[in-house]
């Protein structure tokens, strides 16, 4: 049987190419990371596995929650999700849009065919997707201290003209550097901590 990531494939690329036709982008992908959040809940999981819950029923529970905890005017711990997913700091104060009738068709479709499960990997490559079409990549970056908006500004915009790409910073802290930071963009990594600049200055003075 094939792997999870595999069977999400298709459906990933379904959400994706018409998401980017009709100018909806953002909004599946906030459903998608939203829904594949819950669907790794333990005790939603088990619920989504009891064939006594029709396929109507879980499809409308994902919407639902969403459309309540997301679109809604409360603050909930899934618009925080969000915000820090897009690498805002706005906070709960962006207005996120109810389920569209289409992404509410796609809902309903995974459930059909019992592949709600799949969501997780479905997210994880529509994201793929929409990094290469963007031409976006994201940058891991941990620093001794939190950045601030100057030095994250600077960053950015360093990277995005060295890489020619649009560039999404996703932020650690980590006191053990010492001092600068180490970023991680795909399979390279650029050590400019305190603490790799001394394990260098180690290494070669016992080379």
Same mark, same amino acid.
Request: hydrophobic share 40%; no cysteine; proline share 3%.
């Given at each position: 049987?094939?792997?999870?990531?595999?069977?999400?494939?298709?459906?990933?690329?379904?959400?994706?190419?018409?998401?980017?036709?009709?100018?909806?982008?953002?909004?599946?992908?906030?459903?998608?990371?939203?829904?594949?959040?819950?669907?790794?809940?333990?005790?939603?999981?088990?619920?989504?596995?009891?064939?006594?819950?029709?396929?109507?029923?879980?499809?409308?529970?994902?919407?639902?929650?969403?459309?309540?905890?997301? %679109?809604?005017?409360?603050?909930?711990?899934?618009? =925080?999700? *969000?915000?820090?997913?897009?690498?805002?700091?706005?906070?709960? $104060? !962006?207005?996120?849009?109810?389920?569209?009738?289409?992404?509410?068709?796609?809902?309903?479709?995974?459930?059909?065919?019992?592949?709600?499960?799949?969501?997780?990997?479905?997210?994880?490559?529509?994201?793929?997707?929409?990094?290469?079409?963007?031409?976006?990549?994201?940058?891991?970056?941990?620093? %001794?201290?939190?950045?601030?908006?100057?030095?994250? =500004?600077? *960053?950015?915009?360093?990277?995005?003209?060295?890489?020619?790409? $649009? !560039?999404?910073?996703?932020?650690?802290?980590?006191?053990?550097?010492?001092?600068?930071?180490?970023?991680?963009?795909?399979?390279?990594?650029?050590?400019?901590?305190?603490?790799?600049?001394?394990?260098?200055?180690?290494?070669?003075?016992?080379?």
């Amino acid at each position: 049987m094939a792997d999870l990531s595999t069977l999400a494939r298709p459906y990933a690329k379904a959400a994706f190419d018409y998401a980017n036709e009709n100018g909806a982008v953002h909004e599946w992908e906030d459903f998608l990371l939203v829904a594949s959040t819950v669907v790794n809940d333990k005790s939603f999981s088990t619920w989504l596995d009891n064939p006594a819950v029709s396929a109507e029923h879980k499809s409308a529970a994902l919407v639902d929650l969403y459309d309540s905890q997301v %679109a809604g005017d409360s603050d909930s711990a899934f618009k =925080q999700l *969000l915000g820090e997913s897009k690498d805002s700091r706005y906070g709960n $104060s !962006i207005s996120y849009p109810k389920v569209s009738p289409q992404l509410n068709n796609f809902v309903k479709q995974l459930a059909q065919q019992e592949r709600l499960a799949l969501l997780p990997e479905v997210y994880e490559h529509y994201r793929r997707h929409k990094a290469i079409s963007l031409k976006q990549l994201d940058a891991y970056v941990t620093s %001794a201290y939190p950045l601030t908006d100057e030095q994250r =500004q600077m *960053l950015q915009t360093r990277l995005a003209t060295s890489l020619n790409a $649009s !560039i999404v910073i996703h932020e650690s802290v980590d006191p053990s550097l010492l001092a600068g930071a180490t970023i991680k963009v795909g399979d390279k990594i650029i050590d400019d901590s305190m603490r790799g600049k001394l394990q260098q200055l180690k290494t070669q003075l016992t080379a």
